[in-house]
Every structure is written in structure tokens, then in C-alpha cells.
């Protein structure tokens, strides 16, 4: 559905390159595999589950000329009743800007200027990193490109997202999210640039470093949270609650594993198929 969402565009792509990860190696391995293959000077990235808007590439390619940006990207809009509950506790904005941190990272809806993923496979030795085989490799990526500076532009032109989860699905999902984060914890502790990829109790806010925050962290993660007046059905916001209690304890189980980007841990999960976009900026 995403490639012929792909064929419908207004402003279509020069190349649609599709990554079949048979071997479950990961986004991370899928993505870069298809930067690798892409030739354009302009390279988006889109998700085999989402369906982006005609208007998709057109909108992404102008905000990033019109700001004079390194990478332009939006979110999801879902369609799963679970998922769109807990997206909608926290809104985002609706007009287009540009973004100091929290709005773009999510590489399924998104565009980069090939530029600045080849600095990061020349300087890091990938673009995307591979150790981080089951969730985070996306914040981790724009982490690293706004230590170099780059401009990034939020589009608020969201990909219908077709994932559907069931309860435990949600759970399994939360329980790899917080490892992804253990391993991002890890790397912002260890880095002295004091550039932080988005705000979190644990390594800052403002796109600066601090010191986490636990009892605040611990508070809302075990205890917490109690925004239960925010879901209209009391289901969701139970799940929501399980959830944020299997995205502790991933947490804890990726520290006292002792992995990390640096070691080279992995904790693989499935990724069937990613699909890779790429279009060419034309004069």
C-alpha cells in the first residue's frame, strides 16, 4: 500500500528502492541498506505500514528549500484505536517550523539531504546506527546530526499509519522501547557535547544535558502516570498504564545487561519490511 501511495504523488519520486529485511536484521541494517542504494541528492524514508498523502513529497521538498534545511519531517496519523489514544496526549503543532528538538526523528515520515547522512557514514562509519537493532536508531541518528548543527523543519503532514496493535503487542512494543532508551541513556551520559536528541527526565530539556531526574522518572514510570481523564475508554488508558511499566522495566533490564551502543549488545527484534524512497532535487 505505501508503494502505490508512493505512485500517486504530486511531486513523484524519481526512485522508489522497497528493502526486504529477510534476514530480521533490523531497520537500522534495512534503512541503511537502502541509502546505500539510493543515488538522489534527496532521500526520504517511508515505512511498508504507512501511507503518506499525495501531497507527501511535495510538502517535505519545499519546507526543506523554503528553510534552507537539512532534513524535514512529520509524524504519523493512526489508525490503530490504542495507538492514536496514546498519541493525542501529547499534540503537536499543526502549523510548519522549525524544530529545535522533539518534532522530527520519526523516519517514517521524513526527508534528508543525502549531504548529511554520508558526513555520518564517513565521521561514525554508518548513517544509521546498527547496534540499535530493536527500537531508538531513529533519535539516535538526529541526535548525531543536530551535534553537527544541521537545520531541521517540522511538516505537519502526518503518513496514515496502518499498525495495528493488540494489548500484548503493545506491551512487547513498550518493553523494547524502554531497552532502545537504556541504550540512548547510555550514549548521552557518555558524550560530552551536551547536545540532547529530544527532552526526557533522564538526559535533559531545551536541547541541553542535565542530570536525570529519577525520582521524578521513577514516580511516573511506577507509580504513574495518572492521566487517565485523557483516554475516553478506560481500556486504553490501563494498557497505556501496563505499558509505561514494561518500557521501565526494558529499561532496567537493558542497564543491568550492561549493553550499550559502545559494547556492541543487541537485542534484535523482527522488521519484516522497510520501505526506502528517494527522490532527486530538481532544478
Not at 538522489?40 to 503518506?52: F, K, T, V, Y
Not at 503518513?159 to 513498550?174: E, F, I, K, P, Y
Not at 521513577?218 to 478506560?234: A, N
Request: hydrophobic share 40%; aromatic share 8%.
Amino acid at each position: 500500500m505505501c508503494q502505490a501511495a508512493l505512485a500517486k504523488q504530486m511531486r513523484p519520486p524519481d526512485e522508489v528502492l522497497v528493502i526486504v529485511d529477510r534476514d530480521r536484521r533490523g531497520a537500522a541494517w534495512a534503512r541503511n541498506e537502502g541509502i546505500r542504494q539510493a543515488t538522489g541528492d534527496l532521500i526520504a524514508l517511508a515505512d511498508d505500514d504507512g501511507i503518506p498523502p499525495p501531497d507527501w513529497l511535495e510538502r517535505l521538498v519545499a519546507a526543506l528549500d523554503r528553510h534552507h534545511a537539512d532534513v524535514a519531517g512529520g509524524t504519523f496519523q493512526e489508525t490503530d484505536p490504542l495507538l492514536d489514544a496514546i498519541r493525542r496526549r501529547n499534540l503537536l503543532p499543526t502549523v510548519e517550523q522549525l524544530d529545535s528538538g522533539g518534532l522530527v526523528g520519526n523516519t517514517g515520515n521524513i526527508l534528508f539531504r543525502r549531504e548529511c547522512l554520508m558526513t555520518c557514514e564517513r565521521e561514525d562509519g554508518y548513517v544509521f546506527n546498527p547496534r540499535f537493532t530493536g527500537a531508538g536508531e531513529d533519535w539516535e541518528l538526529i541526535w548525531r546530526l543536530r551535534k553537527r548543527g544541521l537545520k531541521m523543519v517540522y511538516v505537519p503532514n502526518p503518513v496514515t499509519h496502518l499498525r495495528r496493535a493488540t494489548g500484548l503487542q503493545h506491551l512487547r512494543h513498550s518493553f523494547h522501547r524502554g531497552a532502545a532508551i537504556a541504550m540512548l541513556f547510555r550514549v548521552m551520559r557518555a558524550d560530552p557535547s551536551g547536545i540532547v536528541p529530544q527532552d526526557s527526565l533522564l538526559w535533559g530539556e531545551g536541547g541541553k544535558k542535565s542530570q536525570p531526574r529519577w525520582l521524578k522518572a521513577l514516580w511516573l514510570k511506577v507509580l504513574g502516570p495518572f492521566e487517565w481523564h485523557t483516554f475516553r475508554i478506560k481500556r486504553h488508558f490501563w494498557l497505556f498504564w501496563l505499558g509505561e511499566k514494561c518500557q521501565a522495566a526494558g529499561f532496567f533490564w537493558e542497564m543491568c545487561r550492561g549493553t550499550s551502543a559502545d559494547s556492541g549488545g543487541t537485542n534484535s527484534k523482527p522488521v519484516v519490511h522497510v520501505n526506502a524512497s528517494k527522490v532527486e532535487r530538481k532544478p
